[in-house]
């Protein structure tokens, strides 16, 4: 399959390498089409490639080396290893690989829905993916050509069909997205950056109570004692490195971050 | 309560504020519900309409302006815990711990600031207000939204500060609080609709684009989910323009 291409008459924007397979994702109309709810797990390739034919008309035809690619100056090479940047983009690049993580989260739990999900719980959680996807495609629209490429996730630590699992895990992303853009604010720059991350964090923490009281309703577990200080009443604030070293794991694509701010 | 008066109190110390709170006048305080009127009340907050709130962004007006709300939800929800017949058994460990976090924001707060941390101001409730808990719950919600977005508002004023972190790791837990609030209400965690009561404290959270992004036309996405991924947030003027009719 190596070699094979999603094709449709867009340009080509981007390539993603799944083991030796690769797949692509194309503009339309010379925008990127890559917003829609796509699972990028490995794993769940074949619905990857429906989900990719919904949405952009593709079909699929052999080798990458066509006249389209040649007289175009992308494709952005796949990437098995991503520099998050310098500066104020270097922030904005690690906002985005944790959307990525979070919006490939929440497709997959959507696409695949556990055991037992309720009508309730499929509609929180479908927000949620949609919230994701948003602070996804805000990310990649406002970098521009600065922004890192996709990321390649792993979620082979996820019961996709088991409740807690999911709920565990959307718990575990959500606080780490919290305790992220918490650290993350002062190492910014440019207050109108500060200002958008700023509406985005509470939009997460909105996400983290919810998602924990759907875990333990009616308890303190919203804001519990195990994720906000009892003494200061703080939500935690944690530096990109701890951030990245938690969210490793779930990500293929190794991420460094060695050249943010600090 | 004479809002007219405070609106002219608020513009003898900053003269441009007659926009702004025109605005709210008109399109948010007047537009009111009954049922939000009538839970507001004539409380004491003309500690908040001095000159330092309304014009100097300074990180200690900033500090005391964030503990002078923290104080009045530490109030709120002490007074709230403590009232008979308020709370219901099965929703009382969730007040106790929103409760426990605004008493250690007002002491780390006051802590950060030392001699210079504005005094608690005497608040006042409407009578029903710790009788009834579907008015207490509205107000908790009214609360707990306009804090965060009263310290978003904030954010730029600590730019790149340390004290910044701790006002974000504040504002994230009041989010949390928030969207427990608006579940137990029936509402969603996110401010969704574009008709939410009470109006002033949803005033301008409307927005569909971010940063010259048409966030719709870009995702697909509905213009509700758009609207709920972001938090808006109100300057100090605008926080004081909606607090003070409904403290």
């Given at each position: 399959m190596s070699g094979m291409r999603i094709y449709?008459?867009?340009?080509?924007l981007r390539q993603k390498r799944t083991g030796s397979f690769t797949t692509i994702m194309f503009s339309k109309n010379g925008m990127e089409n890559t917003t829609k709810d796509r699972p990028v797990q490995s794993a769940d390739r074949r619905l990857f490639l429906r989900y990719a034919g919904i949405a952009t008309g593709a079909i699929l035809i052999q080798s990458c080396v066509d006249k389209d690619s040649m007289t175009t100056p992308l494709p952005i090479p796949g990437a098995t290893t991503v520099d998050l940047g310098t500066g104020d983009p270097g922030i904005l690049n690690y906002a985005y690989a944790l959307e990525q993580l979070e919006a490939a989260f929440y497709t997959q739990v959507i696409a695949t829905p556990y055991t037992g999900m309720t009508d309730a719980e499929k509609t929180l959680l479908t927000e949620i993916r949609d919230h994701e996807i948003i602070h996804r495609d805000f990310f990649k629209a406002a970098l521009g050509t600065a922004a890192i490429a996709g990321l390649e996730v792993n979620f082979s630590a996820i019961n996709f069909s088991d409740r807690a699992s999911v709920l565990g895990a959307a718990k575990t992303f959500e606080d780490l997205g919290v305790a992220a853009y918490n650290g993350a604010g002062k190492l910014i720059k440019d207050v109108n950056y500060l200002a958008l991350a700023g509406k985005i964090v509470s939009v997460e923490a909105r996400h983290a109570a919810a998602i924990r009281s759907l875990l333990s309703p009616k308890t303190a577990s919203f804001a519990g004692d195990d994720v906000v200080a009892v003494a200061t009443g703080l939500d935690p604030a944690m530096t990109p490195l701890s951030v990245l070293t938690a969210a490793q794991p779930f990500v293929k694509t190794t991420i460094t971050a060695a050249n943010l701010p600090k | 309560m004479n809002l007219f008066k405070i609106f002219q109190d608020i513009e003898a110390i900053d003269g441009d504020a007659t926009e702004r709170l025109a605005y709210y006048s008109r399109r948010s305080l007047l537009g009111l519900g009954k049922k939000a009127l009538t839970v507001s009340a004539p409380v004491v907050m003309a500690s908040v309409l001095n000159e330092a709130y309304a014009q100097s962004t300074s990180v200690q007006d900033v500090l005391n302006f964030a503990l002078t709300l923290e104080y009045l939800e530490d109030d709120y929800y002490q007074k709230g815990n403590a009232a008979a017949n308020l709370i219901p058994a099965a929703d009382k460990a969730i007040f106790t711990q929103i409760g426990k976090h605004e008493t250690a924001h007002v002491a780390l707060l006051r802590g950060a600031l030392g001699a210079a941390a504005v005094a608690k101001p005497t608040f006042k409730y409407a009578a029903t207000t710790f009788t009834d808990y579907p008015t207490f719950l509205l107000l908790a919600q009214a609360f707990e939204d306009t804090g965060v977005r009263a310290y978003k508002g904030q954010a730029g004023n600590l730019l790149g500060m340390d004290v910044l972190t701790t006002a974000l790791q504040i504002h994230s837990v009041e989010a949390r609080h928030a969207s427990e609030v608006r579940r137990l209400r029936g509402l969603r965690g996110w401010v969704s609709a574009t008709d939410e009561m009470p109006a002033a404290v949803y005033a301008g959270e409307g927005l569909t684009t971010q940063a010259t992004v048409d966030l719709v036309a870009l995702t697909g996405k509905s213009a509700d989910r758009v609207r709920e991924a972001f938090d808006e947030p109100l300057t100090r003027e605008a926080v004081l323009a909606i607090a003070t009719p409904y403290l």
């Open positions: 449709n008459s867009g340009r080509c | -």
